[in-house]
């Protein structure tokens, strides 16, 4: 551009400026408002999008508000960004200074006076580094490499990602007697393989026994998750369970019931004898202690058995005989609470 | 290229004990050879990122070590994303 025409735009409505003037120190000073125009494109209060007149606090926030849409370090991907943040932070390590804002002010340097705007960021070094970055994290997404093929694999080769991997849970079933006694089951996984889960005797219907280290493999050199079993109990055809005792019904003849009898009684732990009282009924209840299943301090809950009488399946003539006869039969109401 | 404590502290600017403080925030985690610590060109960026946070950003102790855990997460994040999709590109 010829100084001249710069001298049009700088000082054009000067009608008295002497012809004899376009000397040489007349062309230092139109060359200088060159340079003042020049800058006045990168006008550093523009960048930063504030007033001539702003306060320090004001170039402070617009400088923050910038820097978080454009540093390059917390907007890795971003290129335009970064160019856009290295002019801001030219701008704002100079009108930050109040010295050297005053002296850009006063036209004194320009806006190349800044420091020399940093060429190389954080991030550049981070995605250089590869798997060799010590300070990469997989904390936030590790959890994918449960799911997803692709990522699992990728993540498992990675060998700086360290991660433990994840709990499994499973659904076992067991009989009501293996709950009781304790057990040794084997899982086969949907993935091929089995795991062996040991039942303390006494579990409870729902309870997860906890596997350490028998979930997915650990990422890295981080461990390896647990493997979650819950146990499901399933029903015995005549046992009932109760916290820790047993229900029973136990069916007895009426001659045994009326006369008392000594029965064999099935546990969860075998069969035992015991005695029926002489005039025993339906809903007498007999109690078998330590029968029941054992408790966590070691100690056991009881059986409780309750008896049913129960007359032969076939109708027996010399019994129609006898309650036909039995005056006895006739002297008690057993629905008499059900009157109203 | 390794740099040794000493070279590192004056091309980052830190004092020795900020150096300290530091590495135990975990914000630099220097690499070690021979028995003495190590440090990298990522680890003067890494200062400077630091100092961009707490001078000009305003963000104080404790915020700089989730800025910087969440930075180094998108780091993670975007390598695993280099190598999907580069993986992606070579099967298609």
């Known amino acids: ?340 | 290229m390794m740099i040794s404590k000493q070279e590192f502290l004056v091309r980052a600017q830190l004092e020795r004990e900020t150096l300290e403080a530091w590495i135990e925030e975990e914000w630099l985690i220097p690499g070690e050879s021979a028995d003495e610590v190590t440090f990298s060109d990522a680890d003067v960026a890494r200062v400077q990122l630091i100092r961009d946070l707490k001078n000009d950003l305003g963000i104080n102790d404790e915020g700089v070590g989730v800025v910087l855990n969440l930075v180094d997460q998108v780091h993670g994040l975007r390598r695993v994303l280099t190598e999907v999709l580069r993986s992606v590109r070579s099967r298609a």
């Open chain 1, 1 to 340: 551009m010829a100084p001249l025409s710069i001298r049009m735009n700088g000082c054009a409505t000067n009608d008295a400026w002497p012809t004899r003037a376009v000397s040489r120190s007349s062309q230092r000073h139109a060359l200088r408002i060159f340079f003042l125009v020049e800058a006045a494109v990168n006008d550093l209060y523009e960048t930063l999008g504030v007033e001539r007149s702003a306060s320090p606090d004001d170039i402070q926030k617009a400088y923050r508000r910038l820097a978080k849409k454009l540093h390059p370090d917390l907007n890795p991907g971003n290129k335009e960004g970064e160019e856009h943040f290295k002019e801001v932070s030219a701008a704002y390590g100079l009108l930050s200074d109040a010295d050297k804002r005053a002296r850009y002010d006063r036209g004194e340097i320009d806006a190349t006076g800044a420091e020399k705007p940093r060429q190389r960021f954080y991030k550049d070094f981070a995605s250089e580094a590869g798997a060799g970055n010590p300070y990469e994290n997989y904390s936030g997404f590790a959890d994918f490499a449960d799911s997803d093929d692709v990522l699992s694999e990728l993540l498992r080769r990675s060998a700086h990602v360290r991660a433990r991997g994840a709990d499994v849970r499973y659904h076992l079933p067991i009989e009501f007697l293996e709950a009781v006694t304790g057990a040794t089951k084997r899982l086969t996984l949907p993935e091929g393989g089995t795991l062996e889960v040991t039942i303390p005797a006494g579990i409870q219907n729902g309870q997860v026994l906890r596997l350490r280290g028998k979930g997915r493999p650990g990422i890295g050199e981080g461990e390896a998750g647990d493997a979650l079993v819950e146990i499901a109990i399933k029903p015995h055809p005549f046992f009932l369970r109760e916290g820790n005792d047993v229900y029973l019904d136990l069916p007895v003849t009426l001659s045994e019931a009326v006369l008392g009898a000594r029965v064999t009684v099935p546990t969860p732990t075998g069969a035992v004898t015991m005695t029926v009282p002489k005039g025993s009924n339906t809903g007498t209840v007999l109690r078998l202690r330590g029968k029941g299943v054992r408790r966590r301090d070691g100690s056991h809950g009881d059986e409780l058995v309750s008896l049913q009488v129960v007359l032969p399946e076939q109708p027996d003539p010399e019994l129609e005989a006898f309650a036909a006869g039995w005056q006895g039969g006739k002297a008690y109401d057993p629905r008499r609470d059900m009157k109203s």
